[in-house]
């Protein structure tokens, strides 16, 4: 017993009906997109695990006056 039931043959009957609906180009370059978006996701998290993110400048983001000085600079 295979996966979840399934045989050995029935598994290679499906793959046989896959390669002769898509045909082994598109399969093959199928492959190859899969591969690289892996790569690339797999080298995002290297990434990211390595660098934390960094701000460009460390400046606050605002800068409030407390209520008092808002009210007596609006009543002038």
Same mark, same amino acid.
């Given at each position: 017993?295979?996966?979840?039931?399934?045989?050995?043959?029935?598994?290679?009957?499906?793959?046989?009906?896959?390669?002769?609906?898509? +045909?082994?180009?598109?399969?093959?370059?199928?492959?190859?997109?899969? +591969?690289? /978006?892996? @790569?690339?996701?797999? &080298?995002?998290?290297?990434?990211? *695990?390595? *660098?934390?993110?960094?701000? #460009? &400048?460390? !400046? *606050? &983001?605002? !800068?409030? #006056?407390? *209520? #008092?000085?808002? @009210? !007596?600079? /609006? @009543?002038?």
């Amino acid at each position: 017993m295979g996966l979840g039931g399934i045989s050995l043959w029935q598994l290679l009957i499906i793959l046989l009906i896959v390669v002769l609906v898509f +045909g082994t180009k598109k399969i093959r370059g199928m492959g190859k997109d899969l +591969g690289g /978006a892996v @790569k690339g996701f797999r &080298d995002a998290m290297n990434d990211a *695990e390595k *660098e934390p993110p960094k701000l #460009e &400048d460390d !400046s *606050e &983001d605002a !800068s409030f #006056e407390p *209520e #008092e000085k808002q @009210k !007596s600079s /609006a @009543k002038q």
